[in-house]
């Protein structure tokens, strides 16, 4: 069965320094993705990044990077030069290429960035 | 210019009414979903539909009924209204339901019941 897991509930970060969340992943397909999430004070939610099972790079969008380890099954996030709009939620999330279309999410990080 | 719209962003209701949400996406993908997020935060699917057919059906209640008139609108309706339905829905859509294409969510309706 498909499980996500982000065992850090909260996490502090200094202003300009870099972060990085936890994921890890439970999955017996051999195609899937894997997603990250931000969902601000505001609530609504921001796809930040997405890595797919078979791409041999680690994903990056402007600040993100996604750290993928297949055979440690784990997706952390990355987000480089901290500021303080990145004070938020952060949800890892996964989804199997098969007949089964749903996102299953992690109970998420909320990050702080302190000034 | 919004993706994906939901209307209300807040409704307040007592126990036993009917209340609906709608959601609209103007991106022109096939497929549309809605989420669950309880009060701590935990995100859940509980259907979704692709060209206007239901594909999951996450055993919710059957008090719970989505509608999709067409491929950009999936609205839900909820009948005798619970404390425990109190949350927040999302609304999201992706390209389409097969492949591992992200989906985009909608601002959310944060549902009160008393």
């Known amino acids: 069965a498909q499980k996500i897991t982000q065992t850090q509930p909260g996490m502090f970060v200094q202003e300009k320094e870099a972060v990085t969340l936890d994921c890890t992943y439970d999955?017996?397909?051999?195609?899937?993705?894997l997603f990250w999430y931000k969902q601000p004070s505001s609530g609504e939610m921001i796809f930040l990044i997405y890595?797919?099972?078979?791409?041999?790079q680690n994903a990056t969008e402007g600040r993100y990077s996604l750290n993928f380890q297949k055979a440690r099954k784990s997706a952390n996030l990355v987000i480089s030069a901290s500021q303080l709009g990145d004070s938020a939620m952060y949800f890892c999330?996964?989804?199997?290429?098969?007949?089964?279309?749903?996102?299953?999410f992690g109970s998420g990080t909320r990050l702080l960035v302190r000034p | 210019d919004t993706a994906v719209s939901q209307t209300p962003k807040y409704l307040v209701t007592q126990m036993g009414n009917d209340k609906s949400i709608k959601c609209e996406q103007n991106?022109?993908?096939?497929?549309m979903y809605w989420y669950k997020q309880d009060s701590k935060k935990f995100l859940k699917i509980m259907f979704s539909?692709?060209?206007?057919?239901?594909?999951i059906n996450e055993t919710v209640p059957n008090r719970f009924s989505p509608k999709s008139p067409d491929k950009a609108h999936l609205n839900l309706h909820i009948n005798s209204l619970e404390l425990g339905d109190s949350a927040v829905y999302f609304c999201?859509?992706?390209?389409?339901?097969?492949?591992?294409?992200?989906?985009?969510f909608g601002p959310g309706t944060r549902l009160t019941v008393t």
């Open positions: 999201a859509s992706s390209q389409a339901a097969g492949g591992l294409y992200e989906q985009y």
């Open positions: 539909y692709n060209n206007k057919e239901l594909i």
């Open positions: 999955t017996s397909d051999q195609s899937y993705g």
């Open positions: 890595q797919g099972s078979y791409d041999e």
């Open positions: 999330a996964m989804r199997e290429a098969d007949s089964s279309y749903k996102l299953i």
């Open positions: 991106l022109g993908h096939d497929t």
